[in-house]
């Protein structure tokens, strides 16, 4: 059993999730934060970290940075408070320049402080008919105080660019062409490559494989796509170059939690 409710912002959007499902190793360009509330808190896997979470840890994944969730096998739901915040808010309210880390480490210790200010977000902005703006303004108050309290006493380094221009190619054709199927044998070789160098050389340069960052660029679509409510699923799968409907039912499922049908219903206006 899955559910969703969203909330969106100008810092991104925040997601109060029912799930059991794995969710397999992903990525996406926004710095995300997730919050045990009840049930299974499965087992989160940053990088080389892994985490469950729980009441006294959060779990910080930074803008690209390949993340899973693995649940039991006993098909346990569990209840998270998810926020998706977009770097170019972090840059311009925070104050820390795009590319540079978030999160020193995935565990993030929680505060009495921060568990009352969770628990009040969920009472006022999920439950609550406060205005839009004074609910907005909870939820970046909260990112700000995590945010603060988990860069630590040594500043984080800012990534390293991509600066090959063979990767730099590589990504312009795959972000040019996110609708269609790539062959990364073919992509390999358009850029001078063998296999084995071109993806070697992706992994060094974004910290990302190729099907990853495709997957990515692929989910983000996904998202946009699901979100234009006029536009059936069906026309959406077909878009992005899935055989079937269940086919992209399945990838966007074990990318975000839920099926695009309870996704788009959570992004519907309120009446």
Partial sequence: MTAIRLFKGGFGHVSLLRAAGDLVTHAHPECHIILWLAGNPGAIQVGPERVVPDSNIAVGVNSLQPHGHCFANDGAPGNFLAFYIDPRWIETHLGIEAGTPVFPSAAIPLTDELRGMIRSIIDHVFRGEGHQVLREADIEYLIETIVRGSAGETPSRAMRPVVD?????????????????????????????????????????????????????????????????????????????????????????????????LYRDATRPAA
């Fill in 165 to 261: 221009w063979r990767i730099r190619k590589a990504i312009a054709f795959m972000s040019a062409h996110v609708e269609d199927r790539v062959c990364f044998d073919a992509l390999a070789q358009s850029v001078g490559l063998s296999r084995p160098h071109f993806f070697a050389l992706f992994k060094e340069q974004t910290n990302l494989t190729p099907n990853l960052y495709w997957n990515t660029l692929r989910m983000e679509e996904a998202l946009r796509q699901v979100e234009e409510h006029s536009l059936p699923l069906t026309a959406v799968a077909c878009n992005l170059g899935f055989t079937s409907q269940g086919n992209f039912t399945r990838f966007f499922r074990d990318h975000t939690g839920v099926p695009p049908t």
